[in-house]
T-cell receptor, first 115, second 113 residues
Framework: KQEVTQIPAALSVPEGENLVLNCSFT??????LQWFRQDPGKGLTSLLL?????REQTSGRLNASLDKSSGRSTLYIAASQPGDSATYLC??????????????FGKGTHLIIQP | KAGVTQTPRYLIKTRGQQVTLSCSPI?????VSWYQQTPGQGLQFLFE???????NKGNFPGRFSGRQFSNSRSEMNVSTLELGDSALYLC????????????FGPGTRLTVL
């Protein structure tokens, strides 16, 4: 059974710092990995999708890496801003026989950027 | 292009009742998945629909069911509500099955009293 772990569970840093969020998964047989952010009481916003054949993806100040063999992904946020405050979720798509098997999510990292 | 929409946004029901939630995917998206989010269990996969057929189902009791229409819109139904069904129910759509990026709606907050 796939399990996804995110460390740390919570993080509070001053504005302007660069930071790294970690995600690990137990089964390396994945189709892709997706990072989301969730604001309080809201739905999920997709940040980055990394296919299993890729090593990293970048979007603006965000960079996500994937090491499938070791079961790890990191989300790097450069020059953090108060608007980055949210819960960040990592999810893996295991796939099953060519189809989708649902996303398996970590519990998230609650990030607070202090002004 | 409009995003994923879910209705209603909030629901209050009592134990034993049933409820139907609706999800309209992004135009052109044919796969719809449903997830339950609770503080204790986090986000858990309920089921996925594609071409009006349930393709996968998570580990939830038979009280949870769903369907998809020919226009890809989807509904999920929960019968005989229990207090533990109180949660945020999220719908996600993707272009097709498998490896595509999934886009989530704002969710329906269900409270069972």
């Amino acid at each position: 059974k796939q399990e996804v772990t995110q460390i740390p569970a919570a993080l509070s840093v001053p504005e302007g710092e660069n930071l790294v969020l970690n995600c690990s998964f137990t089964d390396s047989a994945i189709y892709n990995l997706q990072w989301f952010r969730q604001d309080p009481g809201k739905g999920l916003t997709s940040l980055l999708l990394i296919q299993s054949s890729q090593r990293e993806q970048t979007s603006g100040r965000l960079n996500a890496s994937l090491d499938k063999s070791s079961g790890r992904s990191t989300l790097y946020i450069a020059a953090s801003q108060p608007g980055d405050s949210a819960t960040y979720l990592c999810a893996v798509n295991r796939g099953s026989g060519g189809g989708a098997d649902g996303l398996t999510f970590g519990k998230g990292t609650h990030l607070i950027i202090q002004p | 292009k409009a995003g994923v929409t879910q209705t209603p946004r909030y629901l209050i029901k009592t134990r034993g009742q049933q409820v139907t939630l609706s999800c309209s995917p992004i135009s052109g998206h044919r796969s719809v998945s449903w997830y339950q989010q609770t503080p204790g269990q986090g986000l858990q996969f309920l089921f996925e629909y594609f071409s009006e057929t349930q393709r996968n189902k998570g580990n939830f009791p038979g009280r949870f069911s769903g369907r998809q229409f020919s226009n890809s819109r989807s509904e999920m139904n929960v019968s005989t509500l229990e207090l533990g069904d109180s949660a945020l129910y999220l719908c996600a759509s993707s272009q097709t099955r498998g490896v595509n990026e999934q886009f989530f709606g704002p969710g329906t907050r269900l409270t069972v009293l």
